[in-house]
């Protein structure tokens, strides 16, 4: 592309762009455990259980029919057709839904109360005994699933929280890092008097250390995995932190660990926030932390995902220093589509960075609006791309590829006055993160 791009080329872009697919991230390709539930193939004992449940929502949903209950009953039908409700008897039951109005529902009926309190709990119980079966049959994906649903059902959730303990001691012992993470971040939803009293503090500890793991979701919905030095204490302060954005593959895990992997004996801290503007649709299977509702009010890609990812890893920065020794010195780095907030970060808050490095990165124009010049020519950035990027010329069809997209954010910082700008071809490169050389360039080799 030529240097010169023009704005109506960046406004195009930022509308229109495609960002990678998961299959160009080189460290995106693994996905979150839960995403494998969807095409399990049961074994006995658990293809039983569901159809109980299928068959326990169906009857709620029958109920629902037969009281008036339009809404209910169609919320009941959909669970006990996920749940594996034969086609015959969902067909029945729709066409008994469909002949009422939903406008005449009474929702605040004492009756449906009663009843839906009775059928949760029923359901809780039989989630409960699949959470056992797939605990015994070391299928954590399983197990997962069938506590979520305890927990969403049940509004005392005794059992649930037993099972809550059963899956941590599960995770810790079979190294399910992953599952361990996710549910230590949860605990102090499932379990909060043992959150208080600190009684996950050293798992989550000991996991950031060996491992990663989730921090965030307290102020702001947004979780950000994170992984400690090795030699991380409570009473370790001023660690400089790297924040690495993730590209469109949302492996926010793997990046975390491509950054713990290659940081070597430095004392610093490092984080993959699990971010929305890095990607395109926003697959519920690559970010199981978040709701339904969370998801959908996000789904336009553009300034709302800017605001959610901006507002949360801010808020888990300050977690990170108020808890885990963070200091101010801080490096943010996004490879492929998180470039988008990476650039987004140094033209709007260049006073807060030591460092940005954009790695065969993505830019939309996003954070060029209101952006003003930086001081004493603002911190170094460098603008990282691999000679053999298959998509420096265009991306899956679409152009401006990285080459272009690169010129128009160099364009840009020179507009604002950046005067620390280095611009390197990795030679031999593709389509990398180079988190070694971001390490090298925040703190040294």
């Not at 070391?138 to 509004?155: F, G, K, T, V």
């Not at 208080?196 to 060996?210: D, H, I, M, N, P």
Request: proline residues 5%; charged residues 25%.
């Amino acid at each position: 592309m030529a240097a010169a791009a023009t704005t109506a080329t960046l406004m195009w872009f930022a509308a229109t762009a495609v960002l990678l697919a998961p299959k160009a991230q080189g460290a995106s390709r693994a996905r979150p455990v839960q995403a494998a539930a969807a095409k399990a193939e049961f074994p006995p004992a658990e293809a039983k259980g569901r159809e109980q449940v299928a068959k326990a929502w169906g009857e709620f949903a029958k109920w629902c029919a037969e009281h008036g209950q339009r809404a209910a009953g169609d919320v009941a039908l959909a669970a006990a057709t996920s749940a594996g409700l034969a086609d015959k008897a969902a067909t029945s039951l729709r066409d008994a839904l469909a002949k009422l109005d939903v406008v005449a529902d009474r929702a605040d009926d004492p009756a449906l109360a009663t009843k839906r309190k009775e059928v949760h709990l029923s359901l809780a119980k039989l989630h409960g005994k699949r959470f056992d079966l797939a605990l015994r049959a070391n299928a954590p994906d399983r197990a997962e699933a069938a506590l979520r649903e305890q927990l969403a059902l049940d509004a005392d959730p005794k059992g649930a929280r037993s099972d809550f303990a059963a899956l941590l001691k599960a995770a810790d012992e079979a190294k399910w890092n992953e599952v361990a993470a996710r549910w230590l971040e949860r605990a102090r939803v499932v379990d909060p008097d043992g959150h208080a009293a600190g009684k996950f503090a050293e798992a989550t500890r000991s996991l950031g250390k060996r491992d990663v793991m989730l921090v965030g979701g307290r102020v702001h919905p947004l979780v950000a995995y994170v992984s400690l030095p090795p030699d991380w204490t409570p009473k370790s302060r001023e660690l400089p932190v790297v924040v690495a954005v993730e590209g469109a593959g949302s492996n926010f895990a793997g990046c975390c660990r491509a950054y713990r992997d290659t940081r070597g004996s430095r004392a610093a801290i490092a984080i993959s926030p699990c971010t929305f503007a890095n990607t395109n649709e926003l697959d519920a299977t690559k970010y199981p932390w978040y709701d339904a509702a969370t998801l959908k009010e996000n789904s336009a890609r553009g300034d709302q995902r800017i605001k959610f990812d901006s507002e949360g890893v801010a808020a888990v920065l300050a977690e990170l220093r108020r808890d885990w020794g963070a200091g101010e010195r801080l490096a943010i780095t996004g490879f492929s589509g998180g470039g988008n907030l990476t650039y987004w970060w140094a033209l709007q808050h260049p006073e807060q960075l030591a460092l940005a490095v954009g790695c065969c990165a993505n830019y939309s124009g996003l954070g060029a609006a209101g952006a003003k010049p930086p001081a004493d020519g603002g911190p170094p950035i460098h603008l990282l791309t691999g000679e053999k990027d298959e998509y420096n010329l265009e991306v899956n069809g679409q152009k401006p590829g990285i080459n272009g997209q690169t010129d128009a954010i160099e364009q840009q910082l020179t507009k604002l006055g950046w005067k620390n700008v280095t611009r390197r071809v990795v030679p031999g490169a593709g389509h990398s993160n180079f988190a070694a050389d971001v390490w090298a360039l925040f703190l040294g080799k």
